[in-house]
């Protein structure tokens, strides 16, 4: 394979003039540039895109930071990120993030385009102080999923979201509504599910509905966590009738303890998640759709555009929220009917 040493002989020039005509410099002679790229054809050379990249002071990566990558909803977003950088000379580099230790030492570490030539940020809020400075090194930034000053961020309405799937429930007729949220006090500063819970709430009082505290439980967004707190829930000496997840994974989970406790969804009890992840449709949830995929991509545009010297201002792209009916949800079952409650069965569902 020829390399850029094989060109300058070729050309008569040395390496420094071959990789200026590479980049488009002005400050090459146009019978001395005739002569570079002729020796390009003659020997099909193939400039490496990442000593080109280095060469301009890029190295030609993006980086993404994210937290638990291996959740649904992240992995579905980085394939929006994937998708946005299909065709783009950039390659992806994924910091992930266990911990705020984690986080702080990522971004710390990015003090310029030696690492990243930009950076997306996945549902992790950035101190003002960190994105100052990364502006200042002239690294652009894009947030997804989380509020941020001074750069572009996409969000969606989480409130917005937690009325949508509580009103969903109120007008099937339900009553004794639960909610599955995350630990508020979690390190990361995670507001999400917060604000789908305000959602819950609001819609709670609007309907005249008392909140009942023994109905709400926190704990991870995973299934296991769900199937945990569901099976509270359910042993309560007054169960809910319906439950909202406040994300899929919890939401499985609360499929799992329905059958665990010999019940049927959503005859004894409606199920709601909020996200829409993959395996939602599959198993038939009914659950808020946020747009996971489509705020990856549209955030890597946005880092796109900022590195092609068109740097988007620092506005909020707020994504649409949509309710995704399935056959998790049905009107209330009445609670004075002795038979409302299933016998146990092989399959719950």
């Known amino acids: 394979m020829p390399t850029i040493a094989d060109v300058a002989a070729h050309a008569g020039v040395g390496q420094g003039t071959v990789s200026r005509v590479l980049n488009g410099s002005p400050k090459v002679r146009d019978a001395t540039r005739a002569r570079v790229l002729s020796a390009i054809e003659l020997l099909d050379y193939r400039p490496n895109p990442l000593a080109r990249g280095l060469s301009r002071g890029r190295c030609q990566t993006l980086g993404v930071v994210v937290p638990f990558f291996t959740h649904a909803s992240a ?37 310029g385009r030696d690492r990243a030539d930009g950076l997306l940020v996945l549902s992790l809020p950035v101190a003002d102080r960190d994105l100052q400075r990364l502006t200042a090194a002239g690294v652009p930034v ?39 949220g995350h ?63 406040s994300s899929d994974a919890q939401a499985m989970g609360v499929l ?28 038939g949830l009914t659950t808020v759709r946020q747009p996971l995929f489509e705020s990856g991509r549209l ?14 201002p620092p506005t909020v792209h ?18 004075h009917d002795p038979n409302h409650i299933s016998q146990p069965r092989g399959n719950a569902r």
Request: proline residues 8%; charged residues 25%; hydrophobic residues 40%.
């Open 75 to 111: 992995i579905e977003r980085l394939r929006g990120v994937a998708s946005g950088l299909d065709g783009s000379r950039y390659d992806l580099v994924l910091f992930n993030v266990e911990s705020p230790v984690h986080r702080d030492e990522h971004i710390a570490s990015i003090t």
């Open 142 to 180: 894009v947030l997804v999923d989380a509020p941020g000053t001074g750069v572009p961020t996409v969000v969606t309405d989480d409130r917005a979201g937690g009325r949508v799937a509580t009103q969903h429930l109120v007008d099937l007729g339900h009553r004794a509504i639960g909610y599955l």
């Open 183 to 245: 630990d508020p006090s979690n390190p990361f500063g995670f507001t999400a599910t917060d604000d789908r819970e305000a959602g819950y709430l609001e819609v709670l009082a609007d309907a005249g509905l008392p909140v009942r505290r023994e109905l709400i439980r926190y704990g991870p967004h995973d299934r296991e966590a769900g199937r945990a707190l569901a099976a509270e829930l359910l042993a309560e000496p007054h169960p809910p009738t319906a439950i909202f997840a």
């Open 256 to 283: 799992a303890a329905t059958e665990d406790a010999g019940l049927r969804v959503p005859r004894d009890l409606s199920v709601i998640g909020f996200d829409d992840v993959e395996l939602s449709s599959y198993v």
């Open 299 to 312: 955030g890597v545009e946005l880092l796109l555009a900022a590195l092609a010297g068109d740097p988007p």
């Open 318 to 335: 707020a994504l649409p929220l949509e309710l995704v009916v399935r056959s998790t949800t049905a009107p209330a079952p009445r609670r």
